[in-house]
């Protein structure tokens, strides 16, 4: 495979999966981190204000009785789906226009308590304002507490939810009613046909609805709503933890204290957890994506996601930081000692690749001339003639066109590792950066990474400066791509880079060494001129 047709095929592959093609939804934008907040406001212009959380992975609306109305996740972390105006006021249009946006509970409410002649969602209660509107960004929370109180009933939702990943701590107290009560919780959006399961305390794997149908099951340990793993896909996972005030070893394990789950399946998903009138769980509502359940501690849970081959790098990897952070406690030099590591792993493929690439650099000229030899000669002949020179061309180089596969060798590793850095929740930030896990605010990452492509490229075409215009435009639109990455992605890329052009600097020297007698020509030595011995004698002829 020829090199200018290798790169531009990498880099379309490249930019096709970097930009995640074929996802919905708005494209990511540029900008700084987004600020944990709530928002009081009136959402959906119906008497009364609503309360949204947002945060860089989500924007959560709430109404005054603590129920869910609006779950929106985002695919690109740190995208503003809610825009500030300079008066103070704020735009939500993005959200209710839900151009691209997936609405999770898609106009039905999560987290609404009912209970057979005493609480129904549908009915009016008597709402007071949610108390404890509060952010800690340092401890990773956002509280607040809604209390209605509903035919004698009394219901107080404490609500934490956690601005770095997709978890939400939910207390329900129900005094003055019924024992028991059902927590609804619907989803997902726009999927027709989610997956839907349960696992028992007791059950080895877990028990799915069928279709559109309906499964009871007892004593969960999890309830789930999940579409098909991708970077856009959702899920929504109950796990009931225990509560403080159980007085049972083992409160899961007693009738009374036992979370029990109906599940309905197909477009109308929805989990209808029964709870004890005091009861604690914990919902995990956002990406169906291998490295946030991880993250959120969910990847043991059996059934619940079955990691693919390259989930399988990408868990090594994520393994591999923690016990790097351990050591270093900053992400940041984290991804700088990741990035060395992965390199020196690689180095032997990519010495391969990078010495079938200086020779095909060192070759060029010698390939043009037998092109220019040929080119108005297309006869079968001349171009079988053509090949053999080609062929003794290659052997008198010592190149392999299949060096040129090698390129591809890593590719599953590169993979793994831009999914677990780009869905990675790094809790700090580096150097300038306030936050790893989204776009450089300041595009200073994005400009070095420009830079060092195009050197990269340099060092590759540095012989054919033609090929070198040709392609160099490729990085310009890349640029964009640059401008949107997670800024831990993009410094491995960049690092990876630098460390690239430095062992292909290495290797070019050493294959211009190894060329540098081929093709020349030995001069035989000059013969001497025949000389007359010392010893010869002059004969005169005879005399007549």
């Not at 107080?156 to 770095?164: G, N, Q, S």
């Not at 080609?390 to 599953?412: E, H, K, V, W």
Request: net charge positive.
């Amino acid at each position: 495979m020829k090199t200018r047709h290798l790169l531009p095929l990498v880099a379309v592959g490249g930019a096709l999966l970097l930009s995640s093609c074929g996802q919905t939804g708005p494209l990511p934008t540029f900008g700084k981190a987004i600020t944990p907040e709530w928002i009081t406001t009136d959402f959906d212009g119906q008497p009364g204000d609503e309360f949204i959380a947002t945060s860089n992975l989500q924007d959560v609306v709430f109404n005054a009785r603590g129920e869910i109305i609006g779950w929106y996740i985002k695919s690109y972390a740190g995208t503003p789906y809610i825009k500030q105006r300079a008066d103070g006021t704020y735009d939500f249009s993005a959200l209710k226009d839900q151009k691209g946006i997936v609405n999770m509970v898609a106009g039905r409410k999560a987290l609404a308590v009912q209970a057979e002649g005493a609480l129904d969602p549908a009915a009016d209660a008597q709402v007071t304002a949610p108390t404890g509107l509060t952010t800690d960004a340092t401890a990773n929370r956002q509280d607040a507490v809604f209390r209605y109180t509903q035919g004698g009933a009394t219901v107080t939702k404490t609500v934490t939810l956690h601005p770095r990943n997709f978890k939400i701590d939910l207390k329900t107290e129900v005094t003055g009613g019924p024992e028991r009560v059902n927590i609804l919780f619907p989803g997902l959006g726009k999927a027709d046909n989610p997956r839907v399961q349960g696992l028992s305390q007791t059950g080895a794997q877990p028990a799915t609805v069928q279709g559109s149908g309906t499964l009871v099951v007892e004593n969960v340990r999890y309830a789930a709503l999940q579409e098909n793993p991708s970077q856009i896909a959702h899920a929504l996972i109950i796990l009931p933890q225990v509560t403080a005030s159980a007085n049972a070893a083992d409160p899961a394990s007693q009738p009374d204290a036992a979370v029990n789950a109906t599940l309905t399946g197909g477009a109308q998903s929805l989990i209808s957890a029964s709870v004890p009138a005091s009861s604690n769980l914990e919902v995990y509502g956002g990406k169906n994506e291998l490295i946030h359940l991880y993250q959120s501690g969910y990847t043991t849970l059996p059934g619940l996601f079955q990691p693919n081959f390259f989930g399988q790098i990408s868990l090594y990897i994520v393994k591999l930081m923690e016990a790097l952070y351990k050591v270093i406690g900053n992400w940041g030099l984290v991804l700088v000692v990741l990035t060395v590591l992965l390199r020196a792993i690689m180095w032997p493929l990519m010495q391969v690749q990078g010495r079938t690439t200086a020779r095909m650099q060192v070759m060029q000229p010698k390939i043009k001339e037998i092109q220019e030899k040929y080119k108005d000669r297309k006869d079968a002949d001349a171009q079988r003639a053509m090949q053999l020179e080609m062929a003794q061309l290659y052997r008198d180089y010592n190149f392999n066109p299949a060096g040129c596969f090698s390129t591809f060798i890593p590719f599953p590793v590169l993979i793994a590792l831009w999914s677990t850095i780009r869905n990675f929740e790094f809790d700090s930030g580096f150097l300038w950066l306030p936050d790893l896990a989204i776009p450089d605010p300041f595009y200073l990452l994005a400009l070095v990474y420009l830079v060092v492509n195009i050197g990269q490229l340099y060092v590759m075409t540095r012989k054919t400066p033609e090929m070198f215009r040709q392609q160099v435009f490729i990085y310009l639109i890349f640029l964009y791509f640059a401008l949107t990455f997670p800024a831990g992605v993009t410094i491995y890329i960049i690092l990876s880079t630098l460390i690239g052009i430095g062992q292909q600097i290495l290797i070019n020297k050493q294959v211009e060494k190894e060329t540098a007698t081929i093709g020349q020509k030995v001069e035989k030595a000059p013969t001497r001129p025949a000389t007359k011995s010392k010893a010869s004698k002059t004969i005169d002829a005879p005399k007549k």
